[in-house]
């Protein structure tokens, strides 16, 4: 009858070290840690920082990509002039990022 099953030649007991077998295991976890989530926590961190550091009269690019200066912080929100006499207040953590003085009066 063993000419239609092989025989299992795991049987035979030969186990390899348990450490070998999960060391690739580990080798996977430590590569997702420096390639995806280390890179993630520093940009999170910037990002943070930044929000937190809003002063009034920085330009800045809001996360739906509106263009306009700070002229009001509060706490959670922040007023952004988009065109003489038009303020949007927007969350804080919304600003995606700070921009060069007058990109405003470039950007026209």
């Known amino acids: 009858m063993d000419y239609l099953i092989t025989p299992a030649w795991a049987q035979a007991g030969a186990q390899g070290d348990p450490i070998m077998s999960f060391l690739p295991l580990v080798i996977i976890f430590v590569l997702f840690y420096f390639l995806l989530i280390r890179p993630q926590q520093k940009r999170q961190k910037e990002h943070r920082q930044m929000v937190e550091s809003l002063e009034v009269g920085q330009e800045v690019v809001t996360g739906g990509g509106v ?35 007058d990109t405003i009066k470039s950007a026209k």
């Open 67 to 101: 263009l306009g200066k700070v002229t009001d912080v509060g706490e959670l929100w922040v007023t952004v002039e988009v065109a003489n006499g038009v303020s949007l207040k927007v969350q804080r953590q919304t600003v995606a990022a700070l921009m060069p003085k």
